[in-house]
C-alpha cells in the first residue's frame, strides 16, 4: 500500500498528452471513448506542464470530435498559445465565448479569431469596434470577407485605427466622408486633403439648404473677447488654460484639445481657430508663441495660408465633427460647459488676462 499523501510520480503529468495522442490517432470514437476521454481531461488538465497543454491544444484544435468541455477550456486557457490553436480553427467554440476574448482579450488572440475560417456578424463587429490594427489588417487584406458600410462607420470613428491604415481602410472606400472629417486630426498627410474637401463640400451643401444666408462667423462680443484671451494664454505659455478656453469655445472633449497643442497637430489647432473666427494676425501669434521654436518657417507660412485658404464654413464643419466622432465613441468624456467661462483644471485660482474681465458678462448672462 502506498502511504497517505504521497505525491503522484512524474509519469502521470504525461498522462493526458498520451491520452491525446491516442484521441486524434482516430477520426471517428464512440460516446462511451468520448466520455472517458473528456473525463480524463477534467481531471489533469489543471495539473498538466505549460508544453504539454500547448501540445495538447495545437493536436485537438482542429479535431471533429473533441468534447465541447475540453474546446472551451483550451480556448480560455490563460497561456495565449495554449488558448491560439482552438481560438483560430475550431469551429464549435461558442459566439459568447469569441465575442468575450474579442472585448477583453488579448491582441494576439484577437489576430487569432480574425484568421478563423468564418465569422459570425456579432464577432466581426466586435472586432471592428475593439481588434487593435493587426487584426483590422487581417480582415481588410480577406478576400472571403467583405465588410459592410457599418463595419466602415465602426472603422472610421477610431482615432487609432485611422491613424494606422487610413491609406488601406481609404483604399477600399472604407473611410466615408464623416469619418475622414471625424478623424482628421489622426489623418495620414495624404488623407488630410481629401477630409478638408469633404468639409468643405458639406459646408455648401448646408448653405445650398438654406439660400441666402452667408456662413456665420460668430465674432461677436464674447467671441472676440474668448480670441484675444487665447491670444493672451497662448503669449503667457499657458497651455492648459489655452486648452481649457479652446474646449469651451468649440464645446470639444478635453483630450481633443489637449491633442491640438501638440507639434504635429499644429494643423488641427489653425482649423479649431479658423472656427472660431479668429483672424489671421492672431492666428499666426498664438501658432508662433505655442510652436514656434520648433517650427520651421516654412511650416508656420503653410498653416497660414491653410487659415487664409479654408472657409469657416469648413473649419465648422470639421470641428463639429470632431466633437460627434468623441461622442459617438465614448472613448473619453466630453466637457459640456458653458462657452467662454472662465475655468480651469487647476486648483489655484485662474489669473486674470487680457479680456477677462469682458468675458464675466456673458459668464454672468449664462448663469455660471
Not at 482552438?86 to 489576430?111: F, H, I, M, N, P
Not at 494676425?281 to 520651421?296: D, K, N, S
Not at 465648422?316 to 468623441?326: E, H, I, S
Amino acid at each position: 500500500m502506498s502511504a497517505p499523501g504521497r505525491k503522484k510520480p512524474p509519469q502521470d503529468r504525461c498522462v493526458l498528452l498520451a491520452a491525446t495522442e491516442l484521441f486524434v490517432g482516430k477520426s471517428r470514437h464512440d460516446i462511451e471513448e468520448q466520455k472517458i476521454f473528456l473525463e480524463l481531461a477534467r481531471n489533469l488538465l489543471p495539473a498538466t506542464t505549460l508544453q504539454d497543454r500547448r501540445r495538447i491544444a495545437s493536436m485537438l484544435a482542429a479535431h471533429p470530435e473533441i468534447p465541447d468541455d475540453l474546446l472551451e477550456a483550451l480556448a480560455s486557457d490563460e497561456d495565449e498559445l495554449t488558448a491560439y490553436p482552438a481560438l483560430r480553427y475550431s469551429q464549435r467554440l461558442s459566439v459568447d465565448l469569441l465575442l468575450r476574448t474579442v472585448k477583453s482579450g488579448r491582441e494576439s488572440l484577437r489576430r487569432a479569431i480574425a484568421n478563423r475560417p468564418s465569422l459570425r456578424e456579432s464577432v466581426l463587429s466586435a472586432l471592428c469596434e475593439h481588434a487593435g490594427a493587426d487584426s483590422i489588417r487581417i480582415l481588410l487584406q480577406r478576400d472571403d470577407i467583405r465588410l459592410a458600410p457599418v463595419h466602415h462607420d465602426k472603422l472610421s470613428r477610431r482615432g487609432d485605427i485611422v491613424a494606422a491604415l487610413g491609406m488601406e481602410l481609404a483604399g477600399q472606400d472604407a473611410l466615408n466622408p464623416d469619418g475622414l472629417m471625424g478623424q482628421y486630426l489622426h489623418l495620414p498627410a495624404a488623407l488630410k486633403a481629401k477630409a478638408i474637401a469633404a468639409a468643405e463640400m458639406a459646408s455648401l451643401v448646408k448653405q445650398a439648404r438654406t439660400p441666402g444666408t452667408a456662413p456665420v462667423h460668430r465674432q461677436g462680443s464674447a467671441g472676440l473677447h474668448l480670441c484675444d484671451a487665447l491670444v493672451a494664454e497662448a503669449r503667457a505659455g499657458d497651455r492648459p488654460r489655452f486648452a481649457d478656453l479652446l474646449c469651451q469655445g468649440l464645446s470639444l472633449p478635453q483630450p481633443v484639445c489637449d491633442l491640438m497643442l501638440q507639434r504635429d497637430q499644429s494643423d488641427g489647432l489653425t482649423i479649431a481657430l479658423k472656427a472660431l473666427g479668429m483672424p489671421a494676425a492672431p492666428t499666426a501669434t498664438v501658432l508662433i508663441r505655442l510652436f514656434g521654436e520648433q517650427m520651421p518657417l516654412a511650416d508656420l507660412r503653410g498653416l497660414l495660408r491653410l487659415h487664409r485658404t479654408l472657409s469657416v464654413g469648413a473649419a465648422g464643419v470639421l470641428a463639429g465633427q470632431w466633437m460627434l466622432q468623441d461622442q459617438t465613441t465614448e472613448t473619453t468624456p466630453s466637457r459640456h460647459v458653458p462657452q467662454y467661462q472662465e475655468g480651469s483644471r487647476r486648483k489655484e485660482p485662474a489669473r486674470t488676462v487680457p479680456g477677462s474681465a469682458e468675458v464675466s458678462p456673458a459668464r454672468r448672462k449664462s448663469g455660471s
